[in-house]
T-cell receptor, first 110, second 112 residues
């Protein structure tokens, strides 16, 4: 069964304290992996798409990487405005649907 | 460029009632997907519409149904509401079903 697991469930950091969020997946064939950010009361906001192992994407303080079994979202020197829930989703070769993880709630304290 | 808009933002219903949620897709997008997101969980795919036809369905019962109109806006209808239907309902649009999708801010449905 295709599955996406995110860890940790929640992460509290001090402003400026770098860390990584994990998204591990078990799928029959990966077509693409997507990272989204979701603020309270809002819909998910697209961040990155990764297609193949070894690929990396960067945007401001965020960097997403992909291996054959997992993806990491690295956050460097985070600021309080980076606080949000970060969601990971995968699209498998045989399907157009997205399979989502439960998300990591990131809290950055000033 | 107009983004995805959903209405209403909040809704309270009782068990057994019926509800209709609405979504206007982003300008130029012809594909709409609907998701259910329970508190603390990721979105669960309900179904997708492409050019007014259902283009795929997730593991939801037939009491969840939908429509897409010629202007590519969409409706989600849920009959015989159950307590477990309480959730945030998200609509996402894209061009020709391609990723990434762009999401609206959802309708928060509460069932009493």
């Amino acid at each position: 069964e295709d599955q996406v697991t995110q860890s940790p469930e929640a992460l509290r950091l001090q402003e400026g304290e770098s860390s990584s969020l994990n998204c591990s997946y078990t799928v029959s064939g990966l077509r693409g992996l997507f990272w989204y950010r979701q603020d309270p009361g809002k819909g998910p906001e697209f961040l990155f798409t990764l297609y193949s192992a070894g690929e990396e994407k960067e945007k401001e303080r965020l960097k997403a990487t992909l291996t054959k079994k997992e993806s990491f979202l690295h956050i460097t020197a985070p600021k309080p405005e980076d606080s949000a829930t970060y969601l990971c989703a995968v699209q498998v070769d045989s399907n157009y649907q997205l399979i989502w993880g439960a998300g990591t709630k990131l809290i950055i304290k000033p | 460029e107009t983004g995805v808009t959903q209405s209403p933002t909040h809704l309270i219903k009782t068990r057994g009632q019926q509800v209709t949620l609405r979504c206007s897709s982003q300008s130029g997008h012809n594909t709409v997907s609907w998701y259910q997101q329970a508190l603390g969980q990721g979105p669960q795919f309900i179904f997708q519409y492409y050019r007014e036809e259902e283009n795929g369905r997730g593991n939801f019962p037939p009491r969840f149904s939908g429509l897409q109109f010629p202007n590519y806006s969409s409706e989600l209808n849920v009959n015989a509401l159950e307590l477990d239907d309480s959730a945030l309902y998200l609509c996402a649009s894209s061009l020709n079903g391609e990723q990434p999708q762009h999401f609206g801010d959802g309708t928060r449905l509460s069932i009493l």
